[in-house]
């Protein structure tokens, strides 16, 4: 059975608008997933900025020379992740000034090297942590103040540590300092 001009036309016509449907579907399922990534990316960066925007008011509202929004990390062992911390110049000159980080282990604190994994003892546990930061002189002027980011991997085993941050000037003296504990649970 033959089929007619007319029908042959109106098959070759619907092939058509269902390949156009399919490439359509297609792009619009490419830009849909674009946006949801474009959208998780500026989430970040919101929430990036409204951190720095906090850590900045409780630098201007609580007097504060170092100001780090948490008083304790819960982490995974290993686990990475990415902080800040504030400073304020407070004085009536610039300042210029290294940031350090310190662990607690055994009644003494062992200082971090920036990028380095730091070893330490926990009684006879050796445990593994490492902070990354910019440990360059920075120089803030007076009632300057400015966020800097941290990535502090936690250790790699379970427990409670106090860290301390350590802001010094170049003359060697202490400007400030603040403790946090990183605690880590069992995986």
């Known amino acids: 059975?033959?089929?007619s001009e007319h029908t042959k036309k109106i098959l070759w016509i619907?092939?058509?608008?269902?390949?156009?449907?399919?490439?359509?579907?297609?792009?619009?399922?490419?830009?849909f997933i674009k946006s949801c990534i474009g959208c998780h990316s500026a989430s970040s960066i919101n929430i990036q900025e409204q951190i720095s925007l906090q850590i900045l008011d409780d630098l201007r509202t609580g007097n504060k020379k170092?100001?780090?929004p948490y008083t304790t990390l819960n982490l995974e062992p290993s686990e990475e992740s990415v902080q800040a911390?504030?400073?304020?110049?407070?004085?009536?000159?610039?300042?210029?000034?290294?940031t350090s980080f310190q662990v607690k282990s055994e009644g003494i604190f062992s200082i971090f090297k920036p990028e380095q994994i730091l070893s330490f003892k926990n009684g006879i546990i050796d445990?593994?942590?490492k902070i990354t930061w910019d440990d360059s002189p920075?120089?803030?002027?007076?009632?300057?103040?400015?966020?800097?980011?941290?990535?502090?991997t936690a250790p790699d085993k379970p427990g409670n540590y106090l860290y301390k941050i350590i802001i010094t000037k170049?003359?060697?003296?202490?400007?400030?300092?603040?403790?946090?504990?990183?605690?880590?649970?069992e995986e």
């Open 127 to 129: 445990i593994n942590a």
């Open 66 to 68: 170092v100001s780090i």
């Open 14 to 31: 619907v092939m058509w608008v269902v390949i156009a449907v399919i490439i359509i579907s297609g792009i619009l399922l490419i830009a």
């Open 85 to 98: 911390i504030g400073i304020k110049n407070f004085e009536d000159n610039p300042i210029k000034f290294i």
């Open 170 to 185: 170049d003359t060697g003296e202490e400007y400030d300092s603040r403790t946090f504990f990183i605690k880590t649970a």
């Open 1 to 3: 059975m033959e089929l």
């Open 138 to 152: 920075h120089t803030l002027n007076p009632g300057e103040s400015r966020v800097f980011p941290i990535t502090i």
